[in-house]
């Protein structure tokens, strides 16, 4: 997401490479592109306007220190301001109650039924709390079915009636049912708003809208928020959306923190939006406290510290290294994960990168015996020539990971002490390779 304005934001930056200091020339020129840029990525004139202004008269108040440089200057006034624009704190959903409400609504096509189930996961796995779904969009029976499916998916109990075709009374019934039965979290899924929420007093109203779309997508969120007073805003698709114009202008328009971004069809595929991460990758700053956080979600400690043990002790093997290979690929999509390295974000834009490019390793190391990934050292030119065939890859291919696990391997034990996180960069160095 945000690639063509990063691309176009880092260019009007360099506009002030070389310059002494800010003036009210160099400032109007650098502002001139990120206006471009802003409108490029579709956010509206207005916006884009009241933004480059305040950046103005920020940079022109300020008093550029020596040590800093003009370019650097501009690009922490940007950052400041661009997390501003996105609600510069990230805000919570409300789980309160007996059991806490949570109605979400959306046009159809927006993805919020698929939200919905995401977030029941979220709420069940990350909180703790015994969540129900309950399937109330009538008007798509498609959209029932495919509640059902997904609830099953994470482990949710999913609410519905046949052929009823009240949303209200489902809704009642549901809250019903889930106050009797003990649950802490009711996430209603429905295309029928105000009667809803009027019925069942819901501790939080949650709009989803397709980022895909992007201005239309706020003019959307402008109108049902006068009509629904909404609390928040999710925003779906947005791995999708390479401008991401509704994520820069939706909290402006309807003055509504954005508390979800949804991307991608995985259920765990779900986030809280945080404005200053945003705003630090859209220049190009990484994101390593979320890069942490994924990781934090895979990796079991008890796990790390096991694998810490036998790094230790010279004892890591090509079991071991398939595992770690899973646990990263669940943190999501190497190059998304690459990104939020503060500096990688460009080194990797062009480059086709994707979970894939783990197969080659992982179908040559499924073709091993368990014995040989215990012990690479049988590894000798038969065995070698057996798995290549396997594995559908080359002898060459074969000698190259073995050389690689075993530099790897080294490497990793020099630098023990450090658990799951160096682990990780050492399967990543030897991926890259």
């Not at 800010?22 to 207005?46: F, G, M, W």
């Not at 996961?121 to 990350?126: D, I, V």
């Not at 954005?258 to 945003?278: N, Q, W």
């Not at 999509?333 to 990168?353: E, F, T």
Request: charged share 30%; hydrophobic share 40%; with cysteine.
């Amino acid at each position: 997401m945000f690639e063509n304005l990063i691309d176009r934001l880092e260019s009007s930056f360099k506009l002030l490479k070389g310059e002494g200091r800010i003036t009210e020339i160099n400032v109007a020129e650098t502002l001139k592109e990120i206006r471009k840029a802003l409108l490029d990525a579709d956010v509206s004139y207005k916006i884009a306007k009241n933004f480059c202004d305040d950046v103005k008269q920020k940079a022109l108040g300020q008093d550029v220190l020596k040590a800093v440089r003009p370019g650097q200057m501009m690009t922490k006034i940007v950052h400041d301001q661009l997390t501003a624009l996105m609600g510069s704190e990230a805000t919570d959903i409300s789980v309160k109650g007996n059991p806490g409400v949570v109605l979400v609504a959306g046009l159809q096509g927006s993805g919020k039924t698929t939200f919905s189930g995401k977030l029941a996961l979220n709420c069940k796995s990350k909180r703790g709390l015994k969540t129900m779904l309950v399937a109330c969009d009538v008007y798509r029976p498609a959209a029932i079915e495919q509640l059902k499916v997904l609830g099953e998916q994470v482990g949710v109990f999913v609410y519905h009636e046949e052929d009823a075709k009240d949303p209200v009374k489902i809704a009642k019934n549901a809250l019903a049912k889930a106050k009797q039965e003990g649950y802490s979290l009711v996430i209603i899924d429905t295309a029928e708003i105000t009667a809803i929420k009027k019925a069942v007093d819901p501790t939080e109203t949650l709009f989803v809208v397709d980022a895909m779309t992007g201005q239309d997508a706020v003019e959307t969120a402008r109108v049902f928020n006068e009509r629904l007073d909404f609390d928040g805003v999710v925003l779906t698709k947005l791995d999708g959306d390479t401008r991401g114009g509704a994520a820069l202008s939706i909290r402006a328009v309807v003055n509504k923190p954005i508390k979800f971004v949804s991307s991608g069809e995985k259920m765990d595929a779900l986030d809280v939006f945080h404005p200053k991460r945003i705003a630090d990758r859209i220049l190009g700053m990484g994101d390593v406290v979320s890069l942490v956080e994924k990781a934090q979600e895979q990796f079991d400690e008890e796990e790390a510290r096991k694998l810490q043990k036998k790094l230790a002790k010279d004892q890591f093997t090509l079991t071991d290294f398939y595992a770690q290979i899973q646990q990263i690929k669940k943190m999501g999509n190497i190059k998304d994960l690459a990104s939020m390295i503060p500096g990688m974000g460009k080194m990797v834009k062009d480059v086709d990168m994707d979970n894939s490019a783990f197969k080659g390793i992982e179908a040559i190391i499924q073709s091993m015996t368990i014995e040989e990934r215990e012990n690479p050292i049988l590894l000798n030119g038969s065995r070698r020539k057996r798995i290549a065939e396997g594995s559908g890859t080359s002898i060459a291919e074969v000698n190259r990971l073995v050389k690689q696990f075993e530099d790897t391997r080294k490497m990793m034990k020099s630098m023990t002490g450090g658990g799951a996180a160096k682990t990780m960069r050492a399967m990543g160095s030897m991926k890259r390779r």
